[in-house]
């Protein structure tokens, strides 16, 4: 696709959110719960960061429904690990990670994406300037440090040494670390990793600081697509309809602002977040904000999103039995962006 095209694309879905989010936004803030449902959602945050969730109840998003905040954690498979046992009631993770839980039998469903990867916001695997690590087959032996394993960073990393011509025995030789985000850049730095997978404002703050150079990207690999969804449990989206509803709408409607607004507006709003919250963080990550990445309107989820990472969990003998189907996993019925209005 020509440059030119690609402009008027981008022109033409930027023009088509702005119009969606006006239209939902037109009638009030945010959806109400009904009186006998839960107003009150428990959730794990980031540190130096603002979830979609946190800028949704800013922004009056989530109607009457209020977010208490629990602690942070680093990672999207023990985020929803806590969501699916009950210690909180949303959590959000890479989608594979959301599908291992749900063969698992773990009774959630993802209703919301919430990240992805574009030409603004992706995962790049870094490596220092004087390096000799270029391609696939000079991570053979050497450590990669991730924010968790298990989740998009060791999928991504897979597909790009499999593309790469490595075997599975190969590819096993490849030492993973998980570690903070936080912590991973000078991870790097002082060499005790060999490759370091930043992303978002942490990957663009220490591409600032100079000194360390890409190797691949997702984007690059992958293209546009969201990598991430919210999940409740199924027991809470029966009991509690309506307050799942108000969420993904206020989330939904909460990515579009972001997708529609300077940048500048965002960033000064997270900061304004960030201060008024009181946890003693610094907001410097926040200024390197681009974008969620999110692919679809309003987060809305399609099957590509779940179904590639089930092909690549079933090749990596992952999944037993049979493979779900990626509308087991996930439903759009809440997202006032879905054209659809249906399940999946």
Known sequence: MSSSRRIVLRTLTAAASALALAAVTGCGGGAEASSDQAKELRYQGSVGQVTLPELAADLGYLGDVELDWIGNVT??????????????DFGGAFNGAIVKLAVANAPITAVVSYYGS????FQGYYVLDDSPVRGPRDLIGRKVGMNTLGAHAEAVLKTWLARGGLTPAEIRQVELVALPPVSTEQSLRQKQIDVAVLGGVIRDKAVASGGIRTIFTDYELLGVFSGGTYVFRDDFIRKNPDTVRAFVAGVAKAI?????????????????????????????????????????????????????????????????????????????????????????
């Open 256 to 344: 579009e602002w972001a997708r529609n607004q300077p940048r500048e507006t965002v960033v000064a709003r997270m900061e304004s977040i960030i201060a008024k919250r009181g946890r003693n963080e610094d907001t410097s990550l926040v200024r390197y904000w681009k974008s969620s990445g999110v692919a679809g309107t309003g987060g809305v989820i399609s099957d590509q999103e779940f179904g590639t990472w089930i092909d690549w969990l079933a090749a990596e003998g992952e999944l037993k039995g049979d493979k779900p189907k990626p509308g087991d996993i996930y439903t759009n019925q809440f997202n006032p962006f879905a054209t659809d209005g249906g399940a999946a």
């Open 75 to 88: 990672g999207g498979p023990a985020d929803i690990q806590a969501t699916a046992t009950g210690q909180s």
């Open 118 to 121: 574009d030409a603004q916001t």
